[in-house]
């Protein structure tokens, strides 16, 4: 059975939706690096058995995300803020080279490349919740 690591990405999302026979199969498949022998001597069941658990999560997986798109939509999150910090960092050279003119500008575009490097960061420790007063935006 070949190993899709697109799986080991749905069961960060989706893994608490299974059952914890399946979850705990499909994290031993997928993150633990266990042939489904061994998962099948740790679980006392036929390697047939752990096959089809994991075919069966597996399935499962795919369906929420089909439905859910939460996965999709994390990736283009990520995309996106990836992108909005490099056009930041243009803008503020291509700023610095006019400092006189742009020094608005450059305060917004300080503003805009911190509030997206914070949400990446938050998006990578896998925290979130309502956006923080700042002074400079008064909200």
């Known amino acids: 059975m070949a190993k899709d690591l697109e799986i080991s990405f749905l069961l960060d999302f989706y893994g608490d939706m299974l059952t914890e ?8 498949y997928y993150n633990d690096d266990l042939s489904l022998s061994e998962i099948a001597e740790n679980q006392g069941i036929t390697r047939q058995g752990v096959r089809d658990a994991i075919m069966r999560a597996q ?24 992108r909005i910090c490099d056009a930041a960092v243009a803008i503020e ?20 490349l911190r509030i997206a490097q914070e949400l990446c960061e938050e998006e990578e420790s896998g ?9 400079e935006t008064g909200k």
């Not at 026979?21 to 031993?28: A, G, L, N, S, T």
């Not at 925290?127 to 002074?135: F, K, L, M, R």
């Open 93 to 112: 050279g291509y700023n610095e080279q006019q400092a006189t003119i742009c020094e608005g500008i450059s305060e917004q575009v300080s503003l805009i």
């Open 21 to 28: 026979k399946q979850r705990e199969m499909v994290e031993y």
């Open 59 to 82: 399935s499962q997986l795919r369906e929420m995300e089909d439905r859910l798109g939460l996965a999709r939509r994390f990736h283009r999150m990520r995309d996106g803020l990836s």
């Open 127 to 135: 925290t979130s919740g309502a956006p923080e007063q700042t002074e």
